[in-house]
Structures are given as C-alpha cells and as structure tokens.
C-alpha cells in the first residue's frame, strides 16, 4: 500500500531564507514521486517529479528535491524564498507496479512567505 | 494545446439539486482523474476513468456521485441530491497514459471547479 505523509501543516518563512518542506512516503514497489504547487483560486501546477533517475530533481522557480530511499524521504527545498512562493504545496506518490495507477496526495502543506 | 479545461469555475447549488462539473483533457489524453479538495484537507482520489470505462471509482461516495467519459465529449462528474458536505474544489487531471509511471505519464491538472452548496 501507498502513502504520504507530509510532516508540516504549516510552513512559515522570511523572504530570501531557505525553504524546507517535509515529505515522507511508503510504498511496496520503486515509486514515482512529485511535488504540486497549488495558489489560491489556481490549479495545480506540476513542480517537478522524480521517476528513478538521478536522485537530485530539479524543479521550476528555484525548487528541488532529493529522493532518499534509505530515508523514504522526497523533501522539498529552496535556497532562498520569494513572495510568490506562497502557496500550498502537495507531495505525491505513486506506484509503478500496481495493476493501474493511482496518485496518492499528501495532506498538504500551506507555506507562508513574510517581507 | 490548451490545457485541462473544466468548467463552470464556480457553482452554487441548492441542497437537494444537482451539479455536474465538466472536464475536457488535454488533447491527446484519455485517462482522466477526478479529485475532490474538502476545506483544510488536501486533495482526495475519487475516480479514474479512460475512454467510455471507470478504470476505478474507489474514492467515489456510493450514493449520489457518478462519473462518466464518453467517446465523443467531456468527463462528467455528476452529484445528485447535493449536500452541504458536497461544497468542496473538484478537480480533474489527465495524463496519455497512466499517471505515476515512465513515459508520457505526467498528469496535468485543471483549475477545478468550486462547488458551494447552499
């Protein structure tokens, strides 16, 4: 079975200091993780994604994410925060292996940006 | 190649009526997704449907939901007898082919469809 656990409801930073958001998974097979950033009365925008190759994803705007499989771990960071960063941001997963795939979200987390 | 296209943005129903929310996929795609975003939750699977087929509707409520994707047209979720439960963000994402594995596979979402139930 699938799941995602993000460890932070909310997230609250300065402007111009690094951004850490908490994602941990669980999953039977090898899995395809991403992360969906979502502003207010938006879509879901794609960030980036990470399908079993280089562990160290790079996304848009300035983000990436590390797969650590040792760890179950797919953290979102970025060195240095912008306003337009404000957002909430879904880490996903899913499972190659299963006989149809399903997307698994991640509970959210709500960022905050502070000038 | 315009994106995932839903529609209405917005919808207001009274308890008792229902609402169906439309999902055009992106040209090319034939698996569709349908998730439901409750206030201060995140985003919840309801169903997965390809062409005239629900591949799996495990996250759809038994009663008063449905959802079709015909040959010709726009998936169609369908909420009969609405509640104020039901007022929620609907969205709708579709892929080439199964989302979460290699190849064409990305999912892309639409902007969604906020339901208010009054």
């Known amino acids: 079975a699938q799941s995602v656990t993000q460890l932070d409801s909310h997230v609250s930073v300065s402007e111009g200091t690094p951004v850490l958001l908490r994602c941990n998974y669980s999953s039977s097979y090898s899995p395809s993780l991403f992360w969906y950033v979502q502003h207010p009365n938006k879509g879901l925008q794609l960030l980036l994604k990470?399908?079993?190759?280089?562990?160290l994803v790079k996304g848009i705007n300035g983000f990436e994410a590390e797969f650590k499989k040792s760890e179950t771990s797919f953290h979102l960071t970025k060195p240095s925060a912008h306003m337009s960063d404000a957002a909430e941001y879904f880490c996903v997963v899913s499972d190659k292996k299963t006989s149809y795939d399903k997307v698994i979200f991640g509970p959210g987390t709500s960022l905050s940006v502070i000038p | 190649n315009a994106g995932v296209m839903q529609n209405p943005r917005h919808l207001v129903r009274r308890r008792g009526q229902e609402a169906r929310l439309r999902c055009s996929p992106m040209?090319?795609?034939?698996?569709v997704y349908w998730y439901r975003q409750l206030p201060e939750e995140g985003l919840k699977f309801m169903v997965y449907l390809q062409k005239e087929n629900i591949i799996d509707e495990s996250g759809m409520p038994k009663e008063r939901f449905s959802a079709e994707f015909p040959k010709e047209g726009p998936s169609i979720l369908r909420i009969q007898q609405v509640v104020r439960g039901d007022s929620a963000a609907y969205f709708c994402?579709?892929?080439?082919?199964?989302?979460?594995?290699?190849?064409?596979?990305?999912?892309?979402f639409g902007q969604g469809t906020r339901l208010t139930v009054v």
């Open positions: 994402a579709s892929s080439k082919a199964r989302a979460g594995g290699g190849g064409d596979t990305e999912a892309f």
């Open positions: 990470y399908t079993s190759a280089a562990t």
């Open positions: 040209k090319g795609h034939s698996h």
